[in-house]
């Protein structure tokens, strides 16, 4: 099928091809440390435009099934140091590697990981600009991801921050201390306890755990039921904090409060139990998209 129009560019890298004009611009060292560090922060999570030299299976949504090979484009430059490109916009590759047929999407991070053991660098390059990463700082980016995804995960386990907001709370109620608690909810995680069987006449908020963007599986997409008390959802910080308060041993998912504020105001649940029966325990409301202290 001919296409008549180029396809509109997929990438939207002005926050990284800034920070890459920014290395250029750098006056004196403490500047050059500064905008090295910006470039390698924005880096991260930019995606990039990666030229491979066969086709790379994805999943339907577009993720890259494990233990798949990536054969990517490798080039040298003018000092004989080899490196992977990585492009800005989908166009500069296609100019800079016309004879190119296959690649990829990929974030800073992801090449980081990859590129990091191997003797390559990552050149990144957008239109009329280019940037170089080396082995180390790849491998710097890694360990600040693995320390990011052990805090996430810690997190996820225990939320001391909303459970610092709540004790703040609890001795200073003030409008500033409000806000600080509903952020911290909003930008956290919270476990929301599941039915169990001695839950079958409760009132649920049904949780979807299918891939809206596929057809749905036999029997339909599997499903949560998120138990809600006298009309409200009850969340808890930790297992210690709902095991206080669940008699019955039920299960529970971990999910960031954002989601959790989405899910009860989609099932027209206003009401949100912050650690029912603890000394700090809170209602929070949704009022107009917003999360508020009750």
């Known amino acids: 099928m001919s296409q008549t129009t180029p396809p509109q560019e997929p990438l939207n890298n002005v926050a990284l091809e800034s920070a890459i004009f920014g290395l250029r611009m750098a006056l004196t060292p403490e500047e050059a440390t500064q905008a090295r560090q910006h470039f390698l922060q924005v880096l991260a999570n ?11 299976p994805t999943a339907p949504d577009g993720s890259i099934p494990p233990n798949t090979d990536i054969n990517m484009v490798v080039a040298v430059n003018a000092e004989g140091v080899s490196g992977v490109p990585a492009f800005t916009t989908l166009g500069a590759l296609r100019a800079t590697l016309p004879q190119v047929e296959h690649g990829i999407f990929m974030t800073g991070m992801q090449l980081a990981g990859i590129l990091a053991p191997s003797p390559h660098r990552l050149f990144v390059d957008g239109p009329e600009m280019h940037a170089e990463v080396t082995t180390e700082e790849m491998q710097a980016l890694v360990r600040q991801a693995q320390l990011f995804m052990q805090a996430q995960q810690a997190a996820m386990e225990r939320n001391e921050r909303l459970e610092v907001m709540l004790a703040e709370l609890s001795r200073e109620d003030t409008e500033a201390n409000r806000e600080a608690m509903a952020t911290a909810f909003v930008q956290e995680f919270a476990r929301v306890p ?6 079958k006449d409760a009132e649920c908020i049904i ?7 596929q057809p749905p599986a036999p029997g339909g997409p599997p499903q949560l039921e998120l138990l809600t008390e006298n009309g409200a959802l ?8 709902m095991a206080a308060w669940d ?36 209602t929070l409301h949704i009022e107009q998209d917003r999360v508020v202290v009750a």
């Open 207 to 213: 949780l979807s755990m299918g891939d809206p963007n």
């Open 194 to 199: 599941i039915a169990g069987e001695g839950d």
């Open 46 to 56: 930019s995606t990039l435009a990666v030229a491979t030299t066969h086709p790379v």
């Open 247 to 282: 008699k019955a041993n039920r299960q529970a998912v971990v999910l960031p409060g954002s989601v959790i504020a989405q899910l009860a105001q989609q099932a027209q649940v206003e009401t949100i139990l912050i650690n029912p029966q603890s000394p700090n325990s809170r």
């Open 234 to 241: 009850p969340c808890f910080t930790s297992a210690e904090t």
